[in-house]
Structure formats: C-alpha cells, structure tokens
C-alpha cells in the first residue's frame, strides 16, 4: 500500500504507537520511517493536533487506525494533509453485520448505565464497540491488572487491549513524549459486549466490576 504509494526511502510516515504494530512494520518494509504521534484519550485514534506537530519536510504520509469500533477524525486529518501535501490512508476493522452492532451497542448501553467505579468509554457517533474499553482509575497499570485479576477470578473474560505501545517496543523504541498513548496502555481494560451475551451473563459482568469498586489500594 505505502510502496504503490510512493512511499519509500528517506520518507517518514505518522503512525499511532497505541497497537497496531504492523503498521509501524509496513512503514519499515516500504523504506521509510515511523514516527509515532499520540492518541486522542477518547476515541484512542490518532490525535490530529499531535500529527500535524509531527510533520517535518521528510513525511510523506499518515496512517489512521480506527479503533475499537471508534473511528479516527479523518476529515481534518485530510485537511492536515491538503496543507501539507501529504498522503492520508486508513487502516479500518472488520465490518460486522447491522444486527450484531445493534446488539453490541445495547449491551453497551446497559454496561454504561450499570458500571461504577470505571470510565466508561465515550460512545460518539458511530460507535459500533468492536471492543467496549473501561479505564480503571486508580495508581496505572498495577491497579488496572489488579482490577483485571480480581474481575477474572469472579468468572468474567476480559483483556488489556494494548499492552505496550509501539514506540516502547525494543525494534521500534524511540525518546518520544506520547502521554495519552502510556497513560491508555497503562489504565485500559476490555470488557465482552458480545452478540451471544445474556442477560444474566451482562448481570455477572457488572457485579464483578461493581464488586470491587472501581479504585483499589494503592499499589506499592
């Protein structure tokens, strides 16, 4: 894509650094190099503000990720590249069935309404929750893991979406400030909103989150 593109040696391509690790490897298969711009702390997509402050006369190009079923600003990353004479490409989920989405955004809706003591994401228009992200306050990732442990063990499935952004890689690290993109691999937790859920197991997901509270102990 970036090759056919004309993307290639000396260029530089902004990426996100928040998953998505293939991105960053196509830019490194095609010649050129990634430079990684933090995250919007809503959507997870990239930051439009953070990729313009990235573009130096070297960058060619930008790839937008849509994310969890969010998607990207695409029109002013677009107006970002008219100024800039850049390339704007999207990197987009697997499309689900209307009705899968529809079931999705119920259980969603019910999770938003129920849960206490985490941050619920910020739905926005279109929101499908290919995955439904909480953020666990607290002291970072040891209480986020803690809170995913004590969840786990009451009999709930639920996984750290991202556990360590691109740009902390060893093959890809870099001296670079992304504190949205730490702070989300550090809080983020995702919880089933799956089509085949009941309404007994959506009951169980909220009793096991609730049951904790949210904010643990401080971990030391």
Same mark, same amino acid.
Request: hydrophobic residues 45%; glycine residues 8%; proline residues 6%.
């Given at each position: 894509?970036?090759?056919?593109?004309?993307? =290639? /040696?000396?260029? #530089?391509?902004?990426?996100?650094?928040?998953? &998505?690790?293939?991105?960053?490897?196509?830019?490194?298969?095609?010649?050129?190099?990634?430079?990684f711009a933090d995250?919007?702390?809503?959507?997870?997509?990239?930051?439009?503000?953070?990729?313009?402050?990235?573009?130096?006369?070297?960058?060619?190009?930008?790839?937008?990720?849509?994310?969890? =079923?969010?998607?990207?600003?695409?029109?002013?990353?677009?107006?970002?590249?008219?100024?800039?004479?850049?390339?704007?490409?999207?990197?987009?989920?697997?499309?689900?069935?209307?009705?899968?989405?529809?079931?999705?955004?119920?259980?969603?809706?019910?999770?938003?309404?129920?849960?206490?003591?985490?941050?619920?994401?910020?739905?926005?228009? =279109?929101?499908?929750?290919?995955?439904?992200?909480?953020?666990?306050?607290? &002291?970072?990732?040891?209480?986020?893991?803690?809170?995913?442990?004590? /969840?786990?063990?009451?009999?709930?499935? @639920?996984?750290?979406?991202?556990?360590?952004? /691109?740009?902390?890689? $060893? #093959?890809?690290?870099? @001296?670079?400030?992304?504190?949205?993109?730490?702070?989300?691999?550090?809080?983020?937790?995702?919880? $089933? /909103?799956?089509?085949?859920?009941?309404?007994?197991?959506?009951?169980r997901i909220v009793?096991?989150c609730n049951a904790?509270?949210?904010?643990?102990?401080?971990?030391?």
């Amino acid at each position: 894509m970036l090759r056919a593109a004309g993307v =290639g /040696v000396g260029d #530089e391509v902004v990426v996100p650094a928040f998953g &998505n690790v293939e991105v960053a490897e196509a830019v490194i298969l095609a010649g050129a190099l990634p430079v990684f711009a933090d995250i919007d702390p809503l959507t997870y997509c990239l930051d439009a503000g953070a990729v313009e402050a990235a573009v130096t006369p070297r960058t060619a190009a930008v790839v937008a990720v849509h994310r969890f =079923g969010r998607s990207a600003d695409i029109a002013r990353l677009h107006e970002i590249g008219q100024r800039h004479g850049l390339l704007v490409l999207e990197q987009g989920e697997s499309e689900a069935p209307y009705d899968e989405i529809a079931q999705r955004r119920q259980r969603a809706s019910y999770l938003d309404a129920k849960l206490k003591g985490v941050l619920t994401p910020d739905g926005g228009d =279109g929101h499908t929750y290919q995955q439904y992200v909480v953020r666990v306050p607290g &002291n970072g990732r040891p209480d986020r893991d803690a809170f995913a442990r004590a /969840v786990r063990a009451r009999g709930v499935e @639920c996984r750290v979406p991202v556990k360590t952004p /691109v740009h902390r890689l $060893p #093959e890809f690290r870099r @001296c670079v400030a992304l504190p949205e993109t730490e702070r989300a691999a550090d809080e983020t937790l995702a919880l $089933p /909103v799956d089509a085949a859920l009941t309404k007994r197991d959506m009951q169980r997901i909220v009793s096991a989150c609730n049951a904790l509270g949210g904010l643990l102990q401080p971990a030391f």
